[in-house]
């Protein structure tokens, strides 16, 4: 073999080893994006045969850049026959990225991709009322359907007490714009946005209704999830204008209501899902938190009293998916960025799902009644509701 069919060889080596990095805000592989913009492989007098990598990112200052070239480094480094490797980072040209970007968005007319004849699955999870560990719900539910190995998106819709990037241990993350799109963090394997990380830490959102609304559909159109299983949205307590837009934009979604087991908190949760299905939504289920406070010998302290859960399944007519207990864990998680469903699972706040995601021994048990609140929803499956037929009448 000569010398030049040898570098050709290992030319298309490279290339092979590099399909598998993959981006870690886009989640393809670099390959498949146009950022590799050549791979030539040369010998020295010395004998050092050497891959130099074109890559080219998305954008200037991409903040996935370090672990991206890092990556291309260790998977040109890993062909045999190839001795050092040299990685030229560079941007994308304008014309290139916008190719991209209208990859990316495929063929889809503008508006957001969660129609009804998505295979996303839209849960909003609501409640009538503040203070009833809604958020906490949601960020846990999220991430434990992660877990079980579904594409998780979560969209933080509570502009007002927005709280869902502290509770996943990610304050301080900003989205990535490219072009017109957004690319969202990610936590715990879970692709998050929240109007928390376009905003300077401590201050407040003063908006009225059109500016809510225009907010919510931004981010239901320009921020890319990719392909997802499950769409969660944290929605506001009550039922105002954020509840009606996203009824508007998302009739076919489906709805958890999270309430305490107090009759005043029940009385209002039912509100919630009332405006709910008058949108078209459909409620799934009740989850009832704070059920109750476990005692050293044994019983149970009912801090908030009992049965809201049920009676507000009762008037919905339908179950109560969970219910969680008061846990001094599952608050001490939320302050420190770490869902308690990650117990067991050797993960810290903001990391990927670890191999021994899924243990369920010792858990604490807020954290087992949301990760069997998990199992329900997941095994539940995408309805059809909403969605065209594809068949014709005759």
């Not at 999220?142 to 933080?156: F, I, K, N, S, T």
């Not at 009644?369 to 499956?381: H, S």
């Amino acid at each position: 073999m000569t010398q030049e069919s040898t570098a050709n060889a290992l030319e298309q080596s490279v290339l092979t080893a590099l399909e598998r990095v993959i981006d870690p805000e886009i989640r393809q592989p670099v390959t498949q994006l146009d950022m590799i913009d050549g791979v030539t492989v040369s010998t020295d007098e010395a004998g050092t045969t050497r891959a130099n990598v074109l890559l080219r990112l998305t954008i200037v200052g991409c903040p996935a850049a370090d672990r991206i070239e890092r990556d291309v480094r260790q998977a040109a480094s890993s062909v045999e026959g190839i001795d050092d490797v040299t990685v030229d980072v560079g941007v994308m040209d304008r014309a290139t990225r916008d190719a991209l970007i209208d990859r990316l968005r495929g063929d889809r007319p503008r508006g957001h991709p969660f129609t009804p004849d998505s295979l996303t699955r839209v849960i909003a999870v609501t409640s009538g009322k503040g203070g009833v560990g809604k958020s906490t719900i949601t960020a846990n539910l999220a991430v434990a359907l992660a877990e079980r190995g579904l594409r998780v998106g979560l969209l933080d819709a509570d502009v007002f007490g927005f709280s869902i990037p502290g509770l996943l241990g990610i304050p301080d993350a900003k989205p990535t714009r490219v072009g017109e799109m957004i690319m969202p963090p990610r936590a715990h394997g879970v692709a998050v946005i929240s109007i928390g990380m376009f905003v300077e830490p401590h201050t407040s959102v003063s908006w009225r209704g059109p500016m809510l609304h225009r907010t919510v559909e931004q981010f239901l159109t320009d921020v890319y999830f990719g392909d997802l299983d499950v769409l969660i949205i944290d929605m506001p307590p009550g039922t105002g204008d954020i509840a009606i837009s996203i009824g508007q934009l998302l009739p076919h979604a489906e709805v958890l209501v999270v309430t305490t087991p107090q009759k005043a908190a029940a009385d209002v949760a039912e509100r919630s899902a009332l405006v709910a299905r008058q949108t078209g939504q459909t409620v799934i289920g009740v989850v009832e938190n704070m059920t109750g406070l476990a005692q050293p010998d044994g019983s149970v302290l009912e801090l908030f009293g009992s049965g809201g859960g049920d009676e507000t399944a009762a008037r919905l007519d339908v179950e109560v998916l969970a219910r969680v207990p008061l846990s001094i864990a599952l608050r001490e998680g939320g302050d420190a960025g770490c869902p308690i469903v990650l117990e067991g699972t050797g993960q810290t706040a903001g990391t990927e799902p670890g191999p021994d995601a899924g243990l369920d021994a010792g858990l604490d048990a807020a954290a087992q009644a949301i990760r069997d609140l998990a199992d329900r929803v997941a095994e539940r499956g995408r309805g059809l509701a909403g969605r065209s037929l594809t068949v014709t009448p005759r």
